[in-house]
């Protein structure tokens, strides 16, 4: 098997898909920012390389052994206090800078990890990928210029590009999800408005093997695809499952959406000029206001994805995982 390199594997989806590609056979190095703070995947038999999207300069050294394709899952998801500038140069610059020290390198593609979020409220479910783009805050607004930047440097690199869109991403090990489902289980979860928005979750395991699809079937060259599972649940649907399988009833009180939009508002703009952790933000509220569901008939026919964990299995193992592990 040729050799790989993985961006982000010190993260939860970076993690998985490079001890996955392992696991097939693949020699694979992860470029992280320190390799002192990696020492868990170099014990799984990973090899590292000292590289970072915010310093360009790091990138052709990082690259310069030469692989056979690059999975780029390294982004700057939200964080508070932070300048736009930074996202920028993570999300969307340094995509470029990577593409173009991966053309310098003879490497042939680079699997780039956008996002869903790019379409932002699906007004007329399921969106394709041909949906229209309406990105929300700057990391979205950072993801849609990423895409252009990686398509353009590939072209002129000489690289294929192919660019993926996960939708909401869950699985043990899962932090983003951890209070829906640990609200739930504890029975403190509140619903804001009435529920009916969809919410597409992709578990992990099918998301690492949509990746590798990505990286390794040859017409996939130039290609966007959206990764997500084979169901499209409402917000209400998700939440039935999630309380099923945790063995609670499900939450039954449900508030109006504005008020607590607003208070989001005023949490944003009195912590952020602090550099403080808002306790309520708006795209918290988002999560209930805006429908996610999507059509992976492209990536079915052209990469044969074919999700293989059914949401009630994901759940089950997402919350037995929380359980091993003391999280809820």
Known sequence: MAGVLVTGATGFTGGHLARALLRRGHDVTAMVRSEAAASALRTDGIRLVEGDLAKPETLPR??????????????????????????????????????????????????????????????????????????????????????????????????????????????????????????????TFVVLGDGRIYYHLTHIDDLVEGFRLCGEVPQAAGRTYILAGAETPTLNELIQLIAAEAGVKPPTLYLPVWPFWLAGAACEALCAPFGIEPPLYRRRVDFFTKSRAFDISRARAELGYAPAVSLRDGIRRTLDWYRLHHWI
């Open 62 to 187: 990082a690259l310069s052994a030469g692989f056979d394709a690059v999975y780029n899952i390294a982004a700057l998801y939200r964080q508070a206090g932070l300048p736009d500038g930074v996202y920028r140069q993570v999300n969307a610059i340094g995509v470029g800078q990577l593409i173009e020290a991966a053309g310098a390198a003879g490497i042939r593609r680079v699997v780039h990890c956008s996002t869903v979020g790019v379409h932002g409220d699906i007004e007329h479910p399921p969106a394709n990928e041909d949906a229209p783009l309406a990105p929300g805050d700057i990391y979205q607004v950072t993801k849609v210029e990423g895409e252009s930047i990686a398509r353009d440097a590939g072209a002129r690199a000489g690289v294929e590009v192919v660019i993926a869109r996960p939708s909401g991403i869950y699985g043990p090990g899962d932090r983003r999800l951890l209070k829906l489902f640990r609200g739930i289980a504890r029975r």
